[in-house]
């Protein structure tokens, strides 16, 4: 299967810019995700890609296939893509069989061969007892699951997702996102997918590219953007986050140490920050805290939840208040709390 | 789970989808150009004739205002306007205060059985509007059975309904249904919680009503006062019928009496008549669209109840309104259609001798006999099906361009299928005349059935879209999209989703044009030949004959297909629904 290239995307509604040059590649076999805030122009990026949107600069090239730029703009029905709609839009006249043969008998495909296709497809998604039933008597994870052989059906060139759990509740969710996900491994999908939610975003990608404001800000694997997210939007907006600001110094083998009042002996950081002042984001479970009396810092224990797994702790630290993410049952006042060095990372 | 990591060998990926030979755009263009051309068409040889000097079919004439002149000349003219605008004014106050009374007292109050009252005040649409004026005339007309009761019987001095207030009173009860349905709807869409607050603070109903609801409907019943006017500028079959006695013309029958009548054919000022009165509508209707937002440009029988409403409390005059509702949908609708079915079967209208002497079948042999009658009806026929279902088809697909499609023109569309409704009848129907005497093609249609047919339809194709276009609003766009991606082209997009899951509307919309086919005329009575009568225009002409029977038994046959096509159309769609 071909790679995606998205080239210098640009795309403005009545004046408002959606899309700002946005660039980026998904390889063969690879699962992206586009992450983001809603009007964050996730969508409009892939919709871009589907053809129903057309952009107002830039290309995108599926394998050696223009979808759009050089004065082409292929239609939709014309790209061969396969894709999942956040309303799943399974046509309500159809039965199920019928919906998932559509996309086979468009192509003309021969009727024997577009029922064994059916079957095989339905069998895929586990709906082949199913088949004859209409979309209002199926559940929501079956729709589903109906959309997505729908769009897996005549093999496309690359799946689109378009937010397709947002409308699952929670536990049927996390069963799809793992089914979803081995389903394309096996059948080895190149894959984008759009989604608001950061836990999907980091449980079934290869690659997630976290957007805002029309802009792409961060792009990697999803522990590279979790542990060096580079903006604060994306460290806020993928997991909790605890921001410090100080005096930067250089500090051993290369790093930072971060010099704060509250952390007067200062945070060693990873990687390099130029200027003389810098701001941090540390992860809530990334910082220690003990009810001991010697080593890290003073702090105080202001607000505790528990929250099944762990505890959330509001914790005080001279002016500063910070959240921190611990398995220990601590009582409201006075404790130690230490960043380890390494786990503090710059951020813009 | 399990997952077949390899696919087998038979079953291979079908070839991805290729660019079709001829683009969708080319049938969106010609759907396009159709739709504009019967809309827009007629109007150029319309204006145009009212400029020349002899009419188009005669060799030789110059541009010239003299149509115009000679129609300012006519003192029968003015006293036309003047008999109109004071038709209009009453119909419209009269018209407005009463459905605005209607829909208050059904949608907002405890009325007993306002859930009935809700169908049947909407059912004159739906009655033939001859059949109505002609039942009317049978029992509160001049010599009506009612009117020869009280004055002759009772010796009681009488109401006149072929004098202007009488002619305006029969104008209102036939665009009371329109007032209703826009108010229902505005009711329909605004908070009730506003009004909960009011009486939360103290008022009592009548309070709520005058200070919070009425307010709340301004901006409909002034678009409702705009349209209802606009309508009765037009209206051509109550002065023909009730204005004839007391010689009473109104602007619409002033153009058809100097048509039919005139010493030379087809008289040019007529065309100049036309022209204005479509000037002063078009203008008005323009004005309506300043006035109110775009959601209210359709008349929609919200279904939307209030949910947890509570209604105001009518307390003792509970039963008295309800009543007195009941009366209303009596006198007006109900006694007339039984003096219709009277009419049809009795010798004479006389209250001196019971009627069940004076039965006579006369009336109904002579439909069955006489083939002018008979071929109204069957051409009739034709038109409302063959016409109504052709129609539908156009317009569905005439609304997924305008709404549906990247067709670069689609935005003129959705004007084109509002505006032939808000064009006055006849004028199109001159309009059309004109058309087809001009063009060669119109050569095809002018002798025939087609001619009448195409005017109409597409007098009548708004209300097709009216009907079609909110149920496609309410289809989710991703059921395009996900055909589209699916690899269909726009058509096939069209016809395997989109019309498909339309059906119930496409229903609805042919069941509406079937009807409104039937009973209209007024776009035709130019256009009627012998050979191609319609009922209308047949029912119209035998009545200025003085024969009156056989135009009761036509209407009375008129209104029971009316009523065997709605019980027909509600079984189909109820079905369909189900599936």
């Not at chain 1, 096996?186 to 590219?209: C, K, N, P």
């Not at chain 2, 000037?279 to 939307?304: D, H, K, P, T, Y």
Request: positive net charge.
């Amino acid at each position: 299967m071909p790679d995606i290239r998205v080239d210098h995307l640009s795309k403005s509604f009545s004046g408002t810019k959606v899309l700002d040059d946005i660039s980026f590649t998904v390889k063969d076999k690879e699962f992206v995700t586009l992450l983001g805030p809603s009007g964050c122009g996730k969508t409009t990026t892939l919709m871009c890609i589907a053809g129903f949107q057309t952009p107002d600069h830039g290309r995108i090239a599926c394998g050696d296939d223009t979808f759009v730029g050089d004065r082409i703009d292929r239609p939709a029905e014309q790209r061969n893509l396969g894709i999942v709609f956040q309303s799943y839009a399974i046509w309500p006249h159809m039965t199920v069989a019928q919906n998932v043969a559509f996309p086979l008998r468009v192509r003309k495909m021969s009727k024997p061969a577009t029922r064994a296709r059916v079957a095989e497809v339905l069998a895929l998604v586990e709906l082949g007892a199913l088949a004859g039933r209409y979309p209002h008597q199926l559940s929501g994870g079956q729709q589903q699951r109906v959309a997505l052989a729908r769009a897996i059906a005549p093999s496309p060139a690359v799946l689109l997702l378009d937010e397709p759990f947002s409308n699952l509740d929670a536990k049927l969710r996390e069963r799809a996102r793992d089914w979803l996900q081995e389903l394309q491994h096996a059948l080895g999908l190149t894959t984008v997918f759009v989604t608001h939610d950061q836990d999907e975003a980091l449980s079934m990608s290869d690659r997630i590219l976290v957007m805002n404001g029309g802009h792409l800000l961060r792009e990697g694997t999803p522990e590279e953007v979790y542990r060096r997210p580079g903006a604060r939007f994306v460290a806020e907006f993928v997991g909790q986050c605890n921001f410090l600001t100080g005096a930067v110094r250089a500090g051993p083998d290369g790093g930072a140490v971060l010099i704060t009042a509250e952390f007067g002996d200062g945070i060693a950081v990873q990687g390099r920050h130029d200027g003389p002042r810098g701001t941090i984001a540390v992860r809530p479970e990334d910082i220690e805290i003990s009810s001991g009396v010697e080593g890290g810092t003073e702090a105080s224990v202001l607000h505790a939840s528990y929250l099944g797994d762990h505890y959330h702790y509001r914790v005080a630290v001279g002016a500063t208040q910070l959240s921190v993410h611990s398995s220990r049952p601590l009582a409201p006042g006075p404790v130690r709390l230490r960043i380890p060095p390494g786990v503090a990372t710059f951020v813009d | 789970m399990t997952i077949m990591t390899e696919r087998p060998p038979d079953v291979v990926g079908p070839a991805p989808p290729r660019a079709r030979w001829l683009p969708a755009s080319a049938g969106q263009g010609l759907v396009w150009f159709v739709v504009v051309a019967l809309v827009v068409g007629p109007f150029f040889p319309l204006v145009y004739s009212s400029l020349r000097s002899k009419p188009i079919y005669l060799p030789g004439g110059t541009f010239t205002l003299a149509a115009y002149r000679t129609l300012f000349a006519d003192p029968l003219f003015w006293q036309a306007v003047r008999n109109t605008v004071g038709f209009a004014l009453g119909a419209t106050v009269l018209a407005v205060a009463g459905g605005t009374a209607l829909a208050i007292l059904c949608a907002r109050t405890n009325l007993p059985g306002r859930k009935a009252y809700r169908l049947l005040l909407i059912a004159p649409i739906v009655i033939p509007p001859l059949g109505l004026i002609v039942g009317w005339l049978a029992i509160y007309g001049p010599g009506g059975y009612l009117t020869q009761v009280v004055s002759t019987n009772l010796h009681l001095p009488v109401w006149n309904l072929s004098s202007i207030p009488g002619m305006s009173l029969l104008g209102a009860v036939i665009t009371i249904p329109v007032v209703y349905l826009t108010v229902q709807a505005a009711l329909a869409g605004t908070d009730s919680s506003l009004e909960d607050a009011a009486r939360s603070a103290g008022a009592r109903p009548w309070r709520v009503i005058t200070r919070v609801t009425l307010p709340m409907l301004r901006p409909a019943l002034v678009n409702c006062t705009v349209l209802i006017f606009a309508l009765c500028l037009e209206i051509l079959g109550i002065p023909l019928f009730l204005g004839a006695p007391s010689n009473i013309d109104f602007y619409a029958s002033y153009l058809y009496r100097s048509w039919s009548s005139g010493a030379n054919p087809d008289p040019a000022f007529v065309s100049a008549g036309a022209v204005l009165l479509l000037v002063v509508v078009s203008g008005l209707l323009i004005l309506r669209a300043r006035l109110s937002g775009s959601e209210q440009r359709f008349i929609a029988a919200g279904a939307r109840g209030g949910g947890t409403y509570r209604p105001l409390d009518l307390g003792r005059w509970r039963w008295p309104a309800s009543i007195g509702l009941g009366a209303y949908i009596g006198v007006t609708c109900v006694i007339p259609l039984l003096g219709l079915v009277l009419m049809s079967c009795v010798k004479a209208l006389t209250t001196l001798v019971a009627p069940w002497h004076l039965f006579t079948a006369d009336a109904w042999h002579t439909v069955a006999s006489d083939p002018t009658l008979r071929r109204s009806i069957t051409n009739s026929l034709l038109i409302a099906g063959g016409g109504g279902a052709a129609t539908v088809l156009l317009v569905a697909a005439a609304t997924l361009i305008a709404h549906r499609s990247g067709f670069p023109l689609r935005r003129t569309l959705a004007p084109a299928l509002i505006y032939p409704r808000a064009v006055p009848g006849v004028i199109l129907g001159i309009g059309f005349f004109w058309t087809y005497l001009m063009f060669t093609p119109g050569a095809l249609v002018r002798n025939n059935l087609w001619g009448e047919a195409i005017a109409l339809c597409v007098r009548n194709l708004t209300l097709a879209y009216v009907v079609i276009y909110p149920s496609l609003a309410r289809i989710n766009a991703e059921f395009d999209r996900a055909a589209r991606s699916s690899g269909a082209g726009w058509w096939t997009v069209a016809r395997r989703i989109l019309l498909p899951i339309l059906r119930p509307a496409l229903l609805a919309a042919f069941v509406l044009m079937f009807i409104t086919l039937l009973g209209d005329y007024d776009p035709v009575v130019f256009l009627q030949k012998p050979g191609t009568e319609v009922l209308g225009v047949t029912m119209l002409q035998t009545w200025q004959r003085g024969v009156v029977g056989p135009v009761a038994a036509l209407a009375v046959i008129q209104v029971v297909i009316v009523a065997i096509v709605l019980l027909l159309g509600a079984r189909v769609l109820r079905r369909l629904r189900r599936a």
